[in-house]
């Protein structure tokens, strides 16, 4: 069967890459199709375009994109049309997803459409959850709570887990394999900088990041530095980091970086699914994270949310410390991190928290990605 896959973005190419394994499992002649990043192209898949194309956020960034935006949504609908596929994946980026969608529902081809990872309707524009169904035949959610804010408005919609726990248990570089591989001396200490997928996330909060390692060298002279980054930034990346002339690793690829992630002992990241895969794995970190004037206008006027990162918002309450906008900014990352590195208060709450966590995301013997791909076959053969 052909697969028609569309991430818009690295996180997006992550969920992909393993749903594409897990499909694989249980179709061994599955052909694979669409638009994705590394990870997925790593899987198979022969992409229409670079997803770097639409790694843009907020207001003042989306605008200037539009027109080369709306030429890629054209093209990518004119492609699925040509090739017919069995089935449409779309994953995450639902503003850029929903279009496509509504396009090729407008065509009536009569191919199953499937929609991965939820848009957060629990947080803002809740009007999603009762229009949806007129454009996607099934839902898969990372969460619990969420198809109960989907399924009254007829919408099959199927929790299946979160595939972060995947990246959390799989390692296929081993802790001395990395470190010699990357010169890490034994007896260092690892902290991760995460600035993020976008360009605009590199641009805002790289030089904070490396400005709190200034601070770390001089202080703590026992920590190395490493970076993981994606193909959409790794250019900007190290060019920044070169520019610094401070001693940190930049890493790319998904084997690299999950065996940085099982060998830091702190981090600093910017918000979103990275955070998240740092809490499963049980590193302790802050999220630092702003965006444009403008763009924090429009969130505090219409995002109904106590947090914005996933850990806290699972859990209730602040686990992770969120400095945004004005609070990120070196000389406060900086006190944060020496709460980590003393091991008292902060550091233990993050320890005991995590473990709660790790056991409302489980889902049992068989991975989210397996679940996904079950519901992705079932949905198949049921309209075959």
Known sequence: ????????????????????????????????????????????????????????????EVIPSIPRILK?????????????????????????????????????????????????????????????????????????????????????????????????????????????????PTDSKIMLILPGSRHNEVERLLPDFLEVAKKMQKKHPEFAYILPTVSTVAERVHKTVAASQLPITVVEGEDERRAAFQNADVAIAASGTVALELAIIGVPHIVAYKVPKLTEWLARRFLHIQFVNLTNILLGYEVVPELLQ??????????????FLAKEGLYKRQIDNFAKLRAYLGLGEQTPSDNAAAAILELIHRRK
């Open 1 to 60: 069967m052909k697969y028609y896959l569309i991430a818009g973005e690295p996180s997006g190419d992550s969920l992909g890459a393993h749903l594409m394994e897990a499909i694989k499992r249980q179709d061994k002649d599955a052909f694979f199709m669409g638009i994705g990043g590394d990870s997925m192209q790593a899987q198979g898949l022969s992409t229409l375009f670079n997803i770097s194309e639409l790694a843009v956020m907020g207001l003042a």
């Open 72 to 184: 890629r949504i054209k093209q990518t609908v004119a492609e699925i049309e040509r090739l017919k596929p069995d089935v449409v994946i779309t994953i995450d980026s639902w503003s850029f997803c929903a279009r496509i969608h509504k396009k090729l529902r407008e065509r009536n081809l009569g191919i199953p459409q499937v929609h991965y990872v939820a848009p957060q309707v629990w947080a803002w524009k809740k009007k999603r959850a009762r229009t949806m169904y007129k454009y996607i035949d099934l839902l898969l959610t990372l969460f619990p709570y969420e198809p109960k804010y989907f399924t009254p408005y007829n919408l099959e919609t199927v929790f299946v887990g979160h595939p972060v726990i995947e990246n959390a248990v799989i390692q296929k570089i081993s802790a001395d394999d990395f470190r010699k591989k990357y010169e890490v």
């Open 326 to 339: 004005q609070d990120c900014n070196p000389v406060t990352i900086m006190q944060y991190v020496e709460q």
